[in-house]
């Protein structure tokens, strides 16, 4: 009997176990060596049954039953059933010393604490913003939203340089990855969130002390665009196409978007505006605040990076998984197609 008709009986009798072989009477197939499983297994990972090498291949567990790995282009189902293209095989995986834990296990425990300083973080600043903190000279208690605010820009002029870098890297054709692209959406995202926040925040702020929620400000009107640009592009990464052309012409939306915020970051330096001045003159090395008042939004700062840290990480994964449910989707699709025409 031929390698070509031995290897869907092969994968048939998976769920027998890796010992239960072949009858005597049998020719052992031969089984091709999928593409090399990732070894590395960093920060933005997770523990699933989906590994994906270094040129973007996926590879999926099969069920616990067989233990086995689907080739690419073969679902976990069609493997189940049998319904594997000719010259696909089993590739069992290494098990691992008993005892022995994941490295994945080791980056959810980082995320997970990092979730848990980011909780701890904000909530010292908002206990130390509104009860240990004195008042201001000239603001009285309305100088307790600077510790929220700033942090709030902060994070959203960090998350659009994620996604810029990301999207660059994308582009360069020696590092283009799809790691690459999910790491600019889901920063592109999260920027957005903290966008939204910090309009909200600098109209409660402007209501008692200009008397309005909203006027076409300088620093305002260009924030508000940036708002506007990031939520076309992400909108721009929803329309359909070929996945690599969605890609790329998403990473030069990303950049096209980015020019904004420069303008946003100086537009109190280059334009009269009923904004004060930054309370962080980072461009001069000034401080305005000091004291309590310092610590309690340097905290701020840290607690809220921490907070874009632990977002960015958590949609990072979803789209990784999402990316690799169309996979599967397509995968099962072609098995059950080539299934049909096998006789």
Not at 118 to 131: F, I, N, R
Not at 319 to 327: F, K, N, P, S
Request: proline fraction near 7%.
């Amino acid at each position: 009997m031929s390698a070509r008709r031995d290897a869907p009986s092969l994968a048939g009798r998976g769920a027998a176990g890796t010992s239960g072989a072949i009858s005597s009477g049998e020719t052992a197939p031969v089984v091709p060596t999928p593409p090399r499983a990732a070894t590395h297994v960093g920060l933005f990972d997770q523990q699933t049954n989906l590994r994906e090498d270094d040129a973007g291949t996926v590879t999926t567990l099969a069920s616990p039953a067989d233990g086995g790995i689907a080739p690419s282009g073969v679902s976990p189902q069609a493997m189940a059933r049998g319904a594997m293209p000719p010259g696909a095989g089993l590739v069992l995986p290494k098990a691992m010393p008993r005892g022995a834990k994941s490295p994945a296990a080791g980056s959810d425990k980082v995320v997970r604490a990092i979730g848990i300083a980011a909780l701890a973080g904000v909530a010292a600043t908002v206990w130390l913003g509104l009860w240990v903190t004195p008042n201001a000279v000239n603001f009285g208690n309305l100088v307790r939203l600077l510790y929220i605010h700033p942090p709030l820009a902060w994070v959203m002029f960090i998350a659009y340089g994620m996604a810029t870098l990301s999207s660059l890297l994308y582009l360069w054709p020696r590092t283009r990855h799809r790691r690459f692209d999910h790491l600019a959406g889901s920063s592109a995202e999260v920027g957005v969130v903290f966008t939204g926040l910090t309009l909200v925040t600098g109209s409660i702020w402007g209501r008692p002390t200009w008397g309005v929620w909203w006027t076409w400000d300088p620093l305002l009107t260009t924030t508000a665009l940036l708002f506007v640009l990031y939520l076309g592009y992400l909108a721009l990464r929803r329309v359909p196409g070929d996945r690599e052309t969605v890609a790329k012409r998403a990473a030069i939306a990303g950049l096209i978007a980015f020019l904004d915020v420069p303008i946003v970051f100086f537009s109190v330096s280059w334009w009269r505006s009923l904004h004060q001045a930054p309370t962080v003159d980072l461009a001069n090395g000034h401080l305005y605040v000091h004291g309590s008042m310092a610590w309690t939004l340097l905290l701020g700062f840290v607690s809220f990076t921490l907070v874009y840290v632990w977002l960015l990480v958590h949609r990072y994964r979803l789209a990784v998984l999402r990316d690799r449910e169309d996979d599967e989707g397509l995968e099962a699709a072609l098995a059950e197609r080539w299934a049909e025409g096998t006789p």
